[in-house]
Structure formats: structure tokens, C-alpha cells
């Protein structure tokens, strides 16, 4: 049977006006709430630059020259990150995909965490917390110690203890040095210089297997490089996706993580220690050569 006009003109209750009223009193408007507070932030970076500029001398160098490349040559220090994982794997991985993937699963996030409670808070979950700081600890640390590694300080400490001193340049009488049967273990680069890898294995000709001029394009002339193609591309790979599935694994294993958007919460805080770290790095431990020595601009005064 239809509901009559005047039922239907009945008011709301009063719990239905309640939760209505609190309802717009949560609200946050855009004028004032947002506008307000974006105008203050503006008014005290800019007081902040104004006095920047005012106390602090900028550093100039000399005239730029095109005939010459400044040493070291960095790029802007928003892409000094970039710039780091250059130097440890394949130009096209570090420069193109790798931050391609990363914008991808940033966007994913929201996907994969689909859960409404506790939506647009800060660490929600009740292991967020924690997870926060092992995530930012374990980011920050395994970064260092794979640059370490790529950069072979792990060598220059074993013949720091072997020896007692540090500078390996000095081949005193009773120097120890690093066993050089294990010169493969030095970085990535050993892997592929110091490994008496088989002739074939540089030269594995892919226009035998990929028949493009069957398809009406010009046939490939490519030679696939396995020493460099492991070192450049399969191991970093493999690296930056086993390591964070690893993290997370064990933090599961240990009850730490439990949902998924503690998982979210682990790999985006590392995710966020390793950019940090590597323009940390890039910027002020890259000298001439992009050696891993401590740098500044200041030091061309």
C-alpha cells in the first residue's frame, strides 16, 4: 500500500536532525579552513626565502663554459636520485622504468588498500607506529650498505682490520690485501669483470631469435651481453622486488603486519627512506668522478 502525501511530508527525527547537524559540523570548507591556512604557509616561506636570501651568500662558480663538463656534473638535486641508481645498474632501468613502476604503484595503493576504516588518517592501524620506523630503518640502512657494497668499502674495511690502517695504497712489507679469488665479490662489477665467463656468453646474437624481418621490419643486429645483462638489469631487479616482498613477509611472520594497510604502511615508509637516502647520498657524498667521498660546493672556494 502507497504512503499517503501527508506521510510522506512527516519531518525527520530528531536523531536523523542530530546526525545530520553533526555531520556539517565535521566539515571543513575550502573558505576559510583551506584557504586560510595555505595563505599563511605562503606568507612564511616567503619570509623564510627573503631571509635566506638576505643571510646567506649564494656560491658562484665560474663562467659556464659548453667545451667544458663541470667534474663532478650532477644533475638538479630532485633527480639526484636518479642520478645514484645510475651508477649501479642499467641507464634505461634506473632513468625509465624503475620510476615509471614507482609512480604506478604509488597510484596503486589506494587500490589495494581498500579498506573504509580509517580513511584519509595518519597511521590508523594499531602496529603503525612500528611499522613505520622498521620500514624508514630498514630503507635507509640497506641502502647504505648496498651502495657499501657496490662501492667495495666492504674490501677497504677487511684490509682496515687485517691491517690496522685504512689506506690500502701503502703496500708495506706484510700487507694483507683482499684475497683475489674474490675480486668477483668486490661490487655488481666484479660479477661481470673478474668471473671468467665463457666467450659466448658476451655475444648471443637475438637476430637469430628474433625474427623481425620475417614480419616486414628490419631485421635485428643485437648481441645479448649475459655478464652485463645480470648485472645491469637481473640482479637489480630482482633486488629491489625480493628485498621489499622479503620485509614484508617477515614482518607478517612476526605478527607485525596484519592487514594490508600495515603492509602499505611498511614498504611506503621504506619506500620514502630510500628516495631520501639516495639523495642524500647523491648530493653530498659524490665528489669528482662521482667517487663516494664527502661533497659540497662550498669546497670550490
Known sequence: MAATPQAQAQPASAAVRARQRRAREEELLVWPDLVFIEFISAVLFTVLIVTLAVLVDSVLLDRANAAVTPNPSKAPWYFLNLQELLLHMHPALAGVVVPT?????????????NNAN???EWLSTPNAWPLTWVGTAVGSIGT???????????????EWIANGKLNADQQAEGFRAWPSQLDFLRGLRGIQNEIAWPEWTLHVPLGDVLRTDLLGFPAIELDWNIPAFLVEQFIPVNTMVGLPLLLSFVAHRMG??????????????????VYVTLTIVGTFFRGQGLTLIPYTIFSHE
Open 101 to 113: 613502476i614507482a609512480l604506478i604503484a604509488l597510484g596503486a595503493i589506494p587500490y589495494f588498500d
Open 256 to 273: 607485525l603486519a596484519r592487514t594490508k594497510r600495515d603492509h602499505m604502511i611498511l614498504q611506503f615508509s621504506g619506500f620514502i627512506a
Open 144 to 158: 647504505l650498505l648496498l651502495i657499501f657494497y657496490d662501492e667495495s668499502k666492504h674490501v677497504q674495511l677487511y
Open 118 to 120: 580509517g580513511q584519509g
